[in-house]
């Protein structure tokens, strides 16, 4: 039978500097996506007519605030 040991302070202190710079990846992925996801949202906005912009009750010029005022509330619930 083989003993079990112990990992050692050098070790432990790989792992917690790789789940950090992991966790720091993920971050830095998840605000990709979303800066994606805001681009995609103004451009499908900004190609509607100005008739259909007027009826989901915006105006050209407001575009950029509702895309924005969007995500901080989705981001705050």
Do not use: F
């Not at 996506?33 to 009750?57: N, P, V």
């Amino acid at each position: 039978m083989s003993a079990l040991s112990l990992p050692s302070a050098k070790q432990i202190k790989v792992v917690e500097l790789t789940s950090t710079a992991l966790s720091s990846l993920v971050a830095v992925w998840k605000a990709y996506l979303a800066w994606r996801a805001l681009s995609a949202a103004k451009i499908t906005l900004s190609q509607l007519d100005d008739r259909t912009l007027k009826d989901i009750g915006l105006h050209r010029s407001q575009i950029d605030s509702a895309v924005n005022t969007c995500l901080r509330d989705r981001i705050m619930s």
